[in-house]
């Protein structure tokens, strides 16, 4: 039953215009805000790291506005799974430095595209695979299989080639670049087998170190790029920026500070669009979130 109506709301958000299902991801964020104390502790936690002088009423602020976002983001996964590449394009308002992403492709590299958890990450995924060049991004599958089959079908609608995230893919991603085409990494989750501690805002975090390695074994383009969501369900904004050349480091250490460092500018710029419910700092000793 549970995986039946998850399954229909996701085909039912696809058909809704987007200033509709943004007003109701507010309210879904609001329920979540107030039906679960774990995840405003985690928000709150994280808020109060990252961004440690704003005071009281700002923080409340901060954490009000995260839960917004996050029933936003939850309730159009549908809407960018099941619309159409005519809709999707039209959602698409403007492109921050879009000249750094044309120049990348024109280059004959491979493009390394580093999408944080922040805004609408899947609208990137569908806007990289709208350009005349292949698109490999890792993924692991949902838990529910029908869910799965639905997110696959949708990733992949555009032409997008899925890979695991394991050794396999790995090798899938460096094949793919070695050949020119484009991939996506998601470059802020914590790493289960291996990490380096980089600060992230300024607090050791554990910090991946696949990106490093890729840049230093390829010639390859890097940008980071995040879809920020307009006011009022009016659509995105796509931005691109471009990495340090520190990234490539053979220091892993310098590489990885790069590597969030440029995380950073992406969330400065749309703050409360941060997936800040997710337990970034959960291998930062002597941080927990259970106070």
Known sequence: MKEFLAVALLKTTAYLPLPVLHGLGV????????SSPKLRRITRKNIEA????TDETGVKQASRAAFDELGKVTLEMGWMWGANARRQKTAVK????????KDALDSGKGVLILAPHLGAWEMIGSYLAWHDKPVTSMYRPARMQKVDALIHAGRCAFGQNLVPTDGKGVMQVMKALKKGGISGILPDQDPKDSGVMAPFFGIPTNTMTLVPKLAQKLDIEILFAFAERLPWGRGYKIHFIKASDEIRSD????????LNQGVEQCVEIAPSQYQWSYKRFKRTPNFNYND
């Open 251 to 258: 220091d892993t250490l310098i590489a990885a500070k790069a």
């Open 27 to 34: 309210l879904v964020g609001r329920l979540v805000s107030f």
């Open 94 to 101: 403007f492109v921050e430095n879009e000249q750094l992403f």
């Open 50 to 53: 990252c961004f440690p002088y």
